[in-house]
Structures are given as C-alpha cells and as structure tokens.
C-alpha cells in the first residue's frame, strides 16, 4: 500500500508507524497532511492514538483503514476525531482519493459502513432519551445552516454560493462552530448534530 500511494504521483508517504504509541510521535515529529491509522493497534489504542494527534495537530487530517466492519468501532473512530473511515479491503485508488479528500476537509466513510453508521446512532438515540432543543450550545441560526450544509459533504465554496456569502465568512462559520463545542474537525462537528438529532441522519443506500 505504501508503495502503491508513493506511486501515485501527488502523494508523498513521509513515515510509517509500528504501533499506536510510534503513530502520535511520528505524526507529531513530521507533521502530516493526512495520517491513516488502524483502529486496533497494540500499546496506543487506535482511537486514543487519533484523540492525541488530533490534539497536537488540528490541522492534520486521520484516516481510518481497517478490518474491522463494526459499527462502534467506526463510531469510537469518529467521535475520537478521525475524518475518514475505510475498510482494508478497499483498493489502493480508493485509498488515495479518500487521502486526496481529506487533504481537502472533506469527510470519507466507506460506502458499506453507512447503515452501520445509522444503525448505530439510533443506538445512541434510544440511549439518549430525550431529544436536544433542535440547537447546539449557542449556535446561530447561520451556523446552524451551515452546519446543516457541511453534513451534505458541500465545500466551503458550495456554502457560499447556496447562503449568498463569501467564502471566508463560511470558513469563520465553520470555525466558529467548532470553537462552540469544542471539537476539531468538520466531521467531529456533523457526528455531534446528529447524535444531539440537530441534523438529520445520514440516508441509508
């Protein structure tokens, strides 16, 4: 896989990592654009291997690449701040587009995870109870928009143009939402709407 992504062309793979532990100190050590990292790794766990890069390095994206098709291990992933989520049988092109997404904050989940996904935060719906007040602690209505458009994969750009404002104020949007609940990535941001049911759950198909 690593020669395969190298050979690509507009991928650099900068390091490699034994374990969960070497993972947080590579990453932080070089800095990546993108890390994939498998959610079950001896010493470090994967996922709080994920939680200490994404704090050291808010601007690096994780990519998960697993075997495991469980649905709580997608969700461990994502709520410790991964942004992508594909399974190891994946080919070497899907891997590097997914890199090539994540380098551009867009969010990757393997197709055949999806009813995985919602299944699962129905779970955490039932667990839950009581529904939130349809927003999030002192989000606008703007934000909220925007936040309802970032659950759609839309880019910054898309953004723009469907709210009629520029592109930088959609990154302040974004920033400011993320600021607000205290996470750090786009994805972070649509697993916490959905598990408070401020956006709707992804579709099944």
Known sequence: MVAALSASGDIEVVGEAAHGGQAVARAAELAPDVVLIDIHMPQVPGADAIRQIRRALPA??????????DGSDLYEALAAGAN???LKEAGVDEVAQAVRALAGHQAVIARSMTTKLVDEFRSLARRAGQRDDGRGPG???????VLRLVAQ???NREIAVALTISENTVKNHVRNILEKLHLHS????????WRRHLLDPPEQG
């Open 84 to 86: 992508g989520y594909l």
């Open 60 to 69: 690096t994206e994780v990519l998960v690449l697993t075997a495991g098709d």
């Open 153 to 155: 994969s839309r880019t």
């Open 186 to 193: 786009r994805m972070e941001a649509v697993t916490y709407g």
């Open 139 to 145: 989000l606008t209505d703007r934000e909220m928009q």
